[in-house]
């Protein structure tokens, strides 16, 4: 039973446009979301965060929306850059309740050309 | 901030033989976790700490695993008569909660695992 689900393996963007990654989420308990990036023989690395208690966070060129009704969010990319090319988390925790350890998605590989 | 440390990088094993890997965490990090990684899939929880204490274990992590961290420092995971299901990537990440409840896991590098 995947709780937090990346439904798009992979993505290509050309470079100066928009790159929009998705998740959803099933789990109600989960109030807090994060974006993670992901070179190949790395760990992972942080990117942005949103609590549930907002809709938008943004950070330079990263922006991540919260639809908690929908139980989604995206993070936005803008403009894409060809460094941005890497795979993607999602990751999400339900810190409210003292469940702190994250619960991530599958991944997506956003491949941005030139 | 020296970041997130994690020795080995690479570990290849026979089935059957016992490792240990080790993560440093962020000096002011209380917080250490352990995730394994797949291909294919995202890091999955296995167990965390707060300072010396073992706080939470996933079911993924079988009597053959055993974590500590002894001081509130340094952990190692040790995985006991290694099983060709046990390669995966072994990641450590560490946090400090601050005021609020929310916050940021910060991750290492990895220790990749061969079991031939």
């Known amino acids: 039973d995947q709780q937090v689900k990346q439904n798009s393996p992979s993505l290509s963007v050309q470079e100066g446009r928009i790159s929009i990654l998705n998740c959803d989420y099933t789990?109600?308990?989960?109030?807090?979301f994060l974006w993670y990036k992901k070179y190949p023989a790395e760990g992972p690395t942080f990117l942005i965060s949103?609590?549930?208690?907002?809709d938008k966070n943004e950070d330079g060129r990263f922006t991540v929306f919260l639809n908690k009704s929908a139980k989604h969010l995206s993070l936005h990319i803008v403009p894409s850059q060809p460094g941005d090319s890497a795979v993607y988390f999602c990751?999400?925790?339900?810190?409210?309740?003292?469940?702190?350890?994250?619960?991530f998605g599958k991944g997506t590989r956003l491949s941005v050309i030139a | 901030d020296t970041g997130v440390s994690q020795d080995p990088r690479h570990k290849i094993t026979k089935r059957g033989q016992n490792v240990t890997f080790r993560c440093d965490p962020i000096?002011?990090?209380?917080?250490l976790y352990w995730y394994r990684q797949t291909l294919g899939q995202g890091p999955e929880f296995l167990t965390y700490?707060?300072?010396?204490?073992?706080?939470?274990k996933s079911r993924l992590l079988s009597d053959r695993f055993s974590a500590e961290r002894p001081k509130g420092s340094f952990s190692t995971l040790e995985i006991q008569r290694t099983e060709q299901g046990d390669s995966a990537m072994y990641l450590c990440?560490?946090?400090?909660?601050?005021?609020?409840?929310?916050?940021?896991?910060?991750f290492g590098p990895g220790t990749r695992l061969t079991v031939t």
């Open positions: 990440a560490s946090s400090f909660p601050k005021s609020g409840m929310n916050y940021e896991q910060y």
């Open positions: 990751a999400a925790s339900a810190s409210r309740s003292g469940n702190t350890p994250l619960v």
């Open positions: 949103i609590s549930s208690i907002k």
């Open positions: 700490f707060q300072n010396e204490a073992q706080l939470e």
């Open positions: 000096s002011e990090h209380n917080r």
């Open positions: 789990n109600s308990m989960f109030d807090y």
